[in-house]
């Protein structure tokens, strides 16, 4: 299991002349403080006013069910005094959906860790299926069937299905860290998604993410995920296992090969929560509305056909699938992405973990270089007969002696054992092209 981090904050004593002494050797001491239900601490204004005892609000318009006395978890965990946060710019801010029933807030993304198991004293696998130790025992979210004895079955089988790349499928995962702290800039986070909540508010590219010269999204390139599942196909530098999403084929662009993008996107789903949901979405009711959209598989193809009819052409980076809005059921693909706006606009209330989850499946399945080839040949060992033009093959007289039919699958790669291989860091001078080798991986023979 991945650990928490757990962030102290200096707890305030006594009051001199106005003013809070401060020790820094005593934990908080609030009251509820050892409830391990209560996750967030962190926003405490004022004497024993816990951040969820008020009407704070990460979206203004958003009708909170702040009066239940029974929603203090997934009320937003902000101060109680916010009525919606922003940016300093004043575009809406990003901050993160909590998991399962806890409050929305200033999360840094929880990795998906499967099924979490209820284990107590009164358990007999409480010394087996644990997950975190609190001051009153064991404790649990049951994200798998309608009771706890489905999750201490689904337990046993756990390992066949659970595996670190579901835990961080990509880097993409570090859109939730905040990206203004030094500069003093709140609720600004990394972007790595087409649908912030600044840029759908506005209708237009405002969020500081995408920079004037370069978006965020490129530092995904210093974040590399190998396929290894069902089994380890990446070799090192190497793209074996992903679908290239340069699919149109220069110069024959009639041609049309978007089926693996098709299959890409099949079983991407869109999180997003109506904003006229916002009363009942963590009440832990089942609700008729589905907060899960299907992609719109032909409407989305369309923006990477656009993309490859303007001078940027090809996509150079993987991480600019960042920058492709992916539609809904319902939604028809259009240039100025003005109903793409509208339609996230009316779900204000969906965290930039959701909003980015899409991209953070899709971006280690992709590639823009492929490094494997698969070569279709047919060949002939042809022979002139006497008094034929050379030039012209001339059928009755000219003879085929010979012929082979088959396929080549070839890789190029880079071997990390190469001892000639330099430091590009220190020697800039030098190409990682130079260095690239072939090999055949298989190779077959049809026989008409």
């Keep these: 299991m991945t650990p928490w981090i757990l962030i102290f904050f200096e707890a305030p004593t006594t009051n001199v002349s106005g003013q809070n002494q401060h020790d820094f050797k005593a934990p908080l001491t609030f009251e509820g403080y050892a409830n391990p239900d209560v996750i967030s601490k962190a926003f405490y204004l004022g004497s024993s006013d816990f951040l969820y005892s008020g009407n704070g609000r990460l979206v203004s318009q958003a009708n909170y069910n702040i009066s239940n006395p029974y929603s203090v978890l997934y009320r937003p965990q902000v101060n109680v005094n916010m009525n919606g946060a922003t940016m300093n710019e004043g575009y809406l801010g990003d901050w993160d959906t909590g998991i399962s029933n806890f409050g929305d807030g200033a999360y840094i993304n929880k990795p998906?860790?499967?099924?979490?198991?209820?284990?107590?004293?009164?358990?007999?696998?409480?010394?087996?299926?644990?997950?975190?130790?609190?001051?009153?025992?064991?404790?649990?979210?049951?994200?798998?069937?309608?009771?706890?004895?489905?999750?201490?079955?689904?337990?046993?089988?756990?390992?066949?299905?659970?595996?670190?790349?579901?835990?961080?499928p990509s880097a993409v995962m570090f859109g939730s860290l905040p990206a203004g702290v030094k500069r003093m800039k709140p609720w600004q986070t990394f972007l790595f998604s087409p649908n912030s909540a600044a840029d759908?508010?506005?209708?237009?590219?405002?969020?500081?993410?995408?920079?004037?010269?370069?978006?965020?999204?490129?530092?995904?390139?210093?974040?590399?995920?190998?396929?290894?599942?069902?089994?380890?196909?990446s070799d090192p530098i190497s793209t074996s296992g992903k679908i290239n999403i340069n699919f149109e084929i220069v110069p024959f662009k009639q041609l049309k090969r978007a089926s693996s993008i098709y299959a890409l996107l099949k079983a991407v789903k869109l999180p997003a929560i109506p904003t006229n949901e916002a009363a009942v979405y963590k009440s832990g009711v089942v609700q008729q509305t589905s907060y899960r959209s299907k992609?719109?598989?032909?409407?989305?193809?369309?923006?990477?056909?656009?993309?490859?009819?303007?001078?940027?052409?090809?996509?150079?980076?993987?991480?600019?699938?960042?920058?492709?809005?992916?539609?809904?059921?319902?939604?028809?693909?259009?240039?100025?992405?003005?109903?793409?706006?509208?339609?996230?606009?009316?779900?204000?209330?969906?965290?930039?973990?959701?909003?980015?989850?899409?991209?953070?499946?899709?971006?280690?399945?992709?590639?823009?270089?492929?490094?494997?080839?698969?070569?279709?040949?047919?060949?002939?060992?042809?022979?002139?007969s006497k008094g034929t033009d050379p030039k012209?093959?001339?059928?009755?007289?000219?003879?085929?002696?010979?012929?082979?039919?088959?396929?080549?699958t070839i890789e190029r790669y880079i071997n990390p054992q190469n001892e000639s291989l330099p430091d590009f860091v220190k020697d800039s001078s030098k190409r990682l092209s130079d260095f690239y080798q072939f090999r055949v991986i298989q190779a077959k023979t049809i026989v008409p």
């Design 112 to 168: 998906d860790e499967s099924v979490f198991i209820k284990a107590d004293s009164s358990n007999n696998a409480s010394n087996t299926y644990t997950v975190d130790q609190t001051p009153r025992g064991l404790h649990y979210l049951r994200w798998y069937g309608n009771s706890d004895a489905d999750a201490l079955n689904a337990a046993g089988d756990a390992e066949t299905w659970y595996s670190p790349n579901r835990q961080l």
């Design 200 to 233: 759908c508010d506005k209708g237009r590219r405002v969020h500081p993410g995408w920079g004037s010269q370069v978006p965020d999204h490129l530092l995904l390139d210093f974040f590399r995920m190998p396929v290894a599942e069902p089994y380890a196909i």
């Design 295 to 384: 992609v719109n598989l032909a409407e989305t193809v369309k923006s990477f056909e656009e993309r490859f009819k303007t001078k940027e052409g090809a996509y150079r980076m993987e991480s600019e699938i960042c920058e492709v809005p992916l539609y809904p059921q319902g939604l028809n693909y259009d240039s100025s992405k003005g109903q793409y706006y509208n339609w996230w606009r009316a779900r204000a209330i969906t965290g930039d973990n959701l909003r980015e989850q899409p991209y953070m499946s899709l971006y280690p399945r992709i590639t823009t270089r492929s490094n494997v080839y698969t070569i279709h040949l047919w060949t002939q060992a042809l022979k002139k």
């Design 392 to 408: 012209n093959w001339v059928e009755g007289k000219d003879k085929v002696k010979g012929e082979y039919r088959g396929s080549f």
